[in-house]
């Protein structure tokens, strides 16, 4: 256990230095990094909590995480990779994840991202929902019920903030995505989906 101990301090302390190394769109936007990817199996090889769904563990998962790598991207990153030569200039500022545990069996989750667009200022996008499990205590599946957007700096301006445009996702439209949190401690986690893409977290104090 020790020697378990050590070698994921030592892990750690390269990630956070490989990690810091990139700027927040080369670290959240669709790009190769097999370095960061090889430390992170390390890591998952020595996870040193397996079952973070088990009801001993819901506290361990709780609270605000910052989102500090994507491996292929997110659902927010990919799309705007996509069309960077004609948008030039738009700017991942932050992703960010609450996770709230409630009754065994559920977390309510919220995704956000900020983003600095080309003459529209500043903008938050987030979508609510949920995870539930059974009796895998590794994989939720996952499904969001809402999705908003508001203007937060609109055309640059600090003094001016818009409210919120909030959609409600309907019930049949609804998908469910497989989550698999494959590494838990106090100030990492890392989740990956069903195709394996990798999504590193850091806890926001």
């Known amino acids: 256990m020790m ?6 301090f030592s892990w750690k302390h390269e990630l956070w230095q490989q990690l810091e190394a990139l700027d927040v769109q080369q670290a959240l936007f669709p ?9 992170v199996q390390q890591l998952e090889n020595i ?23 994507a491996s292929r991207g997110t659902v927010i990153t990919r799309p705007l990779a ?13 992703v960010w994840q609450r996770l709230i545990t409630g009754d065994t069996g559920n977390i ?13 200022g500043d903008w938050q996008l987030w979508t609510e929902g949920f995870w539930s499990w059974g009796d895998d205590e590794q994989m939720a599946k996952v499904s969001f019920h809402s999705f908003a957007v508001q203007a937060i700096k609109p055309f640059g301006i600090s003094s001016l903030s818009l409210p919120p445009l909030k959609i409600p996702v309907l019930e049949f ?11 838990l401690d106090e100030d990492i986690r890392v989740g990956r989906g069903a ?8 806890r926001m104090m």
Not at 47 to 69: K, T
Not at 108 to 120: C, I, K
Not at 173 to 183: D, F, G, K, N
Request: charged share 20%; proline share 7%.
């Open 108 to 120: 309510s989750a919220t995704n956000g991202a900020e983003l600095e667009l080309p003459l529209l």
């Open 82 to 94: 996509s069309v960077a030569d004609v948008w030039g200039g738009i700017k991942i500022k932050r």
């Open 3 to 8: 020697g378990n101990e050590s070698a994921r």
């Open 195 to 202: 195709t394996g893409n990798l999504f590193v977290f850091r």
């Open 31 to 39: 790009s190769p990094e097999p370095k960061i990817d090889e430390i």
């Open 47 to 69: 996870n040193p909590i397996p079952n973070p769904l088990s009801v001993n563990h819901l506290a361990d998962l709780r609270g605000d995480w910052q989102l500090v790598y």
């Open 173 to 183: 439209l609804r998908q469910e995505a497989v989550w698999i949190t494959s590494y």
